[in-house]
């Protein structure tokens, strides 16, 4: 059965430092996510993606992310200068149009 | 906020006994999901009901949806300890936006 996959399942750095967090949606879908939890707390959307541009960010999601899709299967979502607040579990997903979406297993980030 | 709101935040029933959650939100749907998530994994999806279905079922799920009162209710029956989880509801709305919209999800703990 297909699966969104992240890489890596975790990741530790330091504040201030650049991180990449990596994804692989299902192939045919046309949509695509990202969403954090911070520990214990609900899930939030940071933003969508399709033919290949941004279709919807939220508040969280400001100058110090990004997101790209660089070779048609890959999908990251890269933070400039990570804060200590940043900390918390990253959800990639992928959907066909108005169907159910599709979750990778997250990236815990932790910042130190 | 779209984001739907779930009650109870946390449930606990005996294995056999049939579990109710409740979410409500607050703008018109497209759509209306239902996502499990065990502690620290990525959310699994359950089941999804269209505006304009009333009622769904799904092996044990049963999932209705009430747009006049802009609310849904997902019924596990006859629970097993497995289905100890976090259950989220979250709703694609009308706007043409394909992005999901999470509530604050139930704590459901089933005891053997």
């Known amino acids: 059965e297909p699966e969104v996959t992240q890489t890596p399942s975790h990741q530790v750095t330091q504040m201030g430092q650049e991180v990449i967090l990596r994804c692989v949606p299902i192939s045919n879908h046309l949509y695509f996510y990202w969403y954090r939890q911070i520990l214990g707390q609900k899930v939030e959307f940071l933003v969508s993606f399709y033919n290949n541009e941004i279709s919807e960010k939220s508040e969280i999601f400001d100058d110090q992310f990004s997101v790209e899709r660089p070779d048609g299967s890959n999908f990251t979502l890269k933070i400039r200068s990570t804060k200590l607040e940043d900390s918390a579990m990253y959800f990639c997903?992928?959907?066909?149009?108005?169907?159910?979406?599709?979750f990778g297993q997250g990236t815990r980030l932790t910042v130190v | 906020s779209q984001q739907g709101e779930e009650d109870p935040q946390a449930l606990s029933i005996q294995e056999g006994e049939n579990a109710t959650m409740n979410c409500s939100y607050k703008?018109?749907?497209?759509?209306l999901q239902w996502y499990r998530q065990n502690s620290g994994r990525g959310l699994v999806h359950l089941i999804l009901?269209?505006?304009?279905?009333r009622e769904k079922h799904s092996g044990r799920l049963r999932v209705t949806l009430d747009t006049s009162k802009k609310s849904s209710s997902l019924l596990i029956t006859a629970s097993r300890a497995a289905d100890t989880a976090s259950y989220f509801c979250?709703?694609?709305?009308?706007?043409?936006?394909?992005?999901?919209?999470f509530g604050t999800g139930t704590r459901l703990t089933v005891i053997p």
């Open positions: 703008t018109s749907i497209n759509n």
């Open positions: 979250a709703t694609l709305d009308q706007t043409g936006a394909n992005n999901l919209f």
């Open positions: 009901i269209r505006s304009n279905e």
């Open positions: 997903a992928s959907s066909l149009v108005l169907t159910e979406a599709f």
